[in-house]
């Protein structure tokens, strides 16, 4: 019989203890409710890479205002070309950014355009009101803004890989962010190449590499807090 109540008094005790440790972590679930019903969304960082090479279906254009060109549309042709004076010849290309958060910060934007038989200067601005590539030309090229990004250019020695043409890499990062922060119309690309002729590969071009552009960008999300997580912590 005192084997029966020690038993008995032992699983009491116990039967307590395992009460009165469900209490406890009832409490800390509340509370953890409580915090995270208050403030179930917290603020994740993300770095994200974005690779833009359209073909033919890619958003560009050549304008000219030489030869009667004024009035000419370009926006088929594979080469955007020029004859070494920058104020008669430019070209638009345009990429989608649409899947860049509004609100993100532009770590870097690398454009890459292959070009052939350049000296001198390259210069990029962005654009400020629509324009469509296959009726664009000179008398309707539409208006840029600051900030304007420029390069020299060269093609070197007979001898070297870009003598006869090669992809150019140009960061124009505050272009890009200009863009987020504003509205992507794409930028003006015009180059000041005395005594020689430039041509830069179009997305029609079949040949040569076409304009990709290389978007590195960091946002800032929520993140849900879920049942989950809360009871993995007090299981």
Not at 26 to 50: D, K, M, Q, R
Not at 63 to 70: D, H, I, K, L, S
Not at 225 to 234: L, P, V
């Amino acid at each position: 019989m005192a084997a029966i109540n020690n038993i008995k008094q032992t699983h009491n005790q116990c039967t307590g203890v395992h009460k009165m440790t469900r209490k406890i972590r009832s409490s800390h679930v509340l509370l953890c409710i409580f915090i995270f019903g208050a403030c179930n969304l917290h603020g994740i960082s993300y770095a994200e890479t974005l690779v833009l090479q359209p073909g033919s279906e890619g958003k560009d254009a050549g304008v000219g205002n030489m030869f009667g060109w004024e009035d000419t549309n370009f926006g088929n042709e594979e080469w955007f070309s020029g004859i070494g004076i920058i104020s008669y010849f430019a070209a638009f290309i345009e990429f989608d950014l649409s899947s860049i958060p509004a609100g993100s910060t532009i770590n870097s934007a690398i454009i890459t355009l292959w070009a052939e038989y350049r000296d001198g200067q390259i210069y990029f601005r962005p654009v400020i009101s629509d324009w469509d590539e296959m009726s664009i030309t000179w008398n309707t090229q539409p208006s840029t803004l600051p900030p304007e990004v420029s390069y020299p250019i060269s093609r070197g020695e007979p001898d070297g890989d870009c003598y006869f043409g090669c992809p150019w890499n140009f960061d124009i990062t505050s272009i890009v962010q200009y863009w987020i922060d504003n509205s992507n119309f794409g930028l003006r690309v015009t180059a000041d190449t005395p005594s020689i002729g430039w041509m830069m590969a179009s997305s029609d071009n079949l040949t040569k590499p076409t304009p990709k552009l290389t978007v590195d960008y960091g946002t800032v999300g929520v993140e849900q807090a879920s049942w989950g997580k809360i009871k993995n912590i007090y299981r």
